[in-house]
């Protein structure tokens, strides 16, 4: 599947980022990189959550899940804003109890700006993909990835004010003052990310004319297939569509299934809003 080999990607370059972070903070004494590596690590979490809810929002409809098992997606996101949270804590201890000292070098500048550039490149893989395959795991995570380049932002411009450090006070600790925006940031985004998801969770049944329409018309392209029900449910920003059709009992299964792929294949090319079609024939 093309949309998990991009997430596997994207979790590769998050290890190699999180890594290079981590180690350059630890050799500079760098406690705003520290902080920042946690994050970074985070995400290669976030890829492999993503992972496997991508597997189990595949699952077809059931009587146990009538509506699908699209929900685990924002289940997904909830545990990803979570922990989140979590990194904003330990970024908050890291502003009060890190002891290093912090001496800014020229190798420290040129390690940032690489690593800036892997983590533009993963957020720039997870939001053109996430759209292209309307993944809403992947658009949530370029978002996290997104937090992390601009904490990375951050921490490149506290390098840059600790080359003024003759000119600021002794009593500011611009190290320190960096982990403290970045655990405000960090705040931020985990609450943004969690008051969305808990919504998304929320379903509910929508009558909207478009896809219904497209659907109609889709279905009567095809001979021996008829349409019994139609049900639209609105998830987050995307909807699911619940078919019920009527098939003719000459038709054998192999050509039912081939007509199955096409109606979905058209349907979610022809409305970009659509993530999930689940049809199910009936007697």
């Known amino acids: 599947?093309?949309?998990?080999?991009?997430?596997v990607t994207t979790m590769f370059l998050n290890l190699v980022v999180a890594i290079i972070k981590l180690v350059t903070g630890l050799v500079f004494s760098f406690s705003?990189?520290?902080?920042?590596?946690?994050?970074?690590?985070?995400?290669?979490?976030?890829?492999?959550?993503?992972?496997?809810?991508?597997k189990i929002g595949k699952r077809r409809a059931n009587k146990t899940f009538p509506f699908g098992y699209g929900q685990v997606y924002s289940v997904a996101n909830l545990f990803t804003g979570a922990l989140l949270f979590l990194i904003g804590i330990f970024i908050l201890y890291q502003f009060f109890f890190f002891k290093g000292v912090f001496v800014p070098k020229k190798e420290l500048f040129a390690i940032l700006l690489c690593v800036l550039l892997l983590k533009g490149v993963v957020v720039f893989l997870l939001q053109h993909y996430g759209k292209n395959y309307k993944s809403e795991l992947m658009v949530e995570a370029s978002k996290e990835s997104f937090a992390d380049f601009v904490s990375t932002c951050v921490v490149l411009g506290v390098s840059v004010l600790s080359l003024l450090e003759e000119y600021i006070p002794e009593s500011i600790n611009i190290d320190k003052l960096g982990s403290l925006c970045m655990a405000i940031y960090v705040f931020y985004m985990a609450i943004k990310m969690i008051v969305a998801n808990i919504h998304g969770m929320m379903t509910r049944a929508e009558d909207n004319e478009e896809i219904k329409e497209d659907v109609i018309k889709e279905i009567e392209k095809y001979k021996g297939i008829e349409l019994d029900k139609i049900k639209v449910i609105k998830m987050s920003t995307y909807y699911s569509v619940f078919l019920k059709v009527k098939v003719n009992?000459?038709?054998?299964?192999?050509?039912?299934?081939?007509?199955?792929k096409s109606i979905k294949k058209h349907l979610k090319n022809k409305n970009r809003t659509i993530r999930f079609i689940d049809?199910?024939?009936?007697?």
Do not use: C, G, R
């Open 1 to 7: 599947m093309k949309e998990n080999k991009i997430i």
């Open 32 to 54: 705003t990189l520290i902080a920042d590596s946690v994050q970074s690590f985070m995400d290669v979490i976030t890829d492999v959550t993503s992972l496997i809810a991508n």
């Open 249 to 260: 009992e000459k038709m054998t299964i192999k050509k039912y299934i081939e007509i199955e």
């Open 279 to 283: 049809i199910e024939p009936v007697d």
